[in-house]
């Protein structure tokens, strides 16, 4: 079973950017749906991008589109979540777990933090 370990969170100022990489162990995420989550204290997880086995199945929350991008390097096993123009509500936990819907409730990992603070 493959499993998805988060990496990439850190602190950054508003408008600035981070890389989230979703790295798997176990097998191999070429023609794995992945789907990246975030959870902000207080607040429901929410979908934020997710990236099909085909490629051209990318959805992308409203709130995001135009500056997330999610894509796969299959040479590296992992699936990449670039975050541009940060602002302050993008702050939270992201995941990244093997399907786009997030109502599993045993693939969840310890995910990466996100902290946009000026």
């Known amino acids: 079973q493959v499993q998805l370990v988060e990496s990439g969170g850190g602190l950054v100022q508003p408008g600035g950017s981070l890389r989230l990489s979703c790295a798997a162990s176990g097998g191999t995420l070429d023609y794995i749906t992945v789907g990246w989550f975030r959870q902000a204290p207080g607040k429901s997880r929410e979908g934020v991008s997710c990236?099909?086995?085909?490629?051209?199945?990318?959805y992308y929350a409203d709130s995001v589109k135009g500056r997330f991008t999610i894509s796969r390097d299959n040479a590296k096993n992992t699936v990449f979540l670039q975050m541009n123009s940060l602002k302050f509500e993008d702050a939270g936990v992201y995941y990244c777990?093997?399907?786009?819907?997030?109502?599993?409730?045993?693939?969840w990992g310890q995910g990466t933090q996100v902290t946009v603070s000026a």
């Open positions: 990236l099909g086995s085909r490629e051209r199945d990318i």
């Open positions: 777990v093997p399907d786009c819907f997030g109502q599993r409730d045993d693939y």
